[in-house]
């Protein structure tokens, strides 16, 4: 009994799964987008968004190098070359008492 139900609600989910995926296959395809990420990794699509410049103002700085008192070390020279991708470097890391950079105490 146990081995069917556990059939049954497999079979239910795989179905639904199944039909989700179908679906929002065709949606895609009625709506003109044809590419799919990763299907070929190594050609960009045309339509791809292109970063054309960064700009990094004063409270960019100010954000990045919270915490880190002057003279700043030469190793921080990697922000002059960081494009616009994530950096766990700009966030917030863990609490207290390891957070050396005082992200998540107040002032």
């Keep these: 009994m146990i081995a069917a139900m556990f059939t049954n609600r497999y079979f239910r989910f795989a179905a639904g799964l199944t039909l989700i995926v179908l679906g929002s296959q065709a949606s895609l395809a009625e709506d003109g987008i044809l590419y799919i990420a990763g299907t070929q990794p190594a050609e960009r699509p045309a339509q791809a968004p292109v970063i054309t410049s960064i700009s990094r103002d004063g409270a960019w700085?100010?954000?990045?190098?919270?915490?880190?008192?002057?003279?700043?070390?030469?190793?921080?020279?990697?922000?002059?070359?960081?494009?616009?991708?994530?950096?766990?470097?700009?966030?917030p890391g863990m609490n207290p008492p390891y957070d050396l950079r005082h992200w998540h105490t107040k002032p």
Aim: no cysteine.
């Design 61 to 91: 700085y100010q954000h990045a190098l919270h915490g880190i008192e002057q003279p700043y070390p030469y190793s921080l020279h990697f922000l002059e070359n960081q494009g616009n991708w994530f950096s766990p470097f700009n966030h």
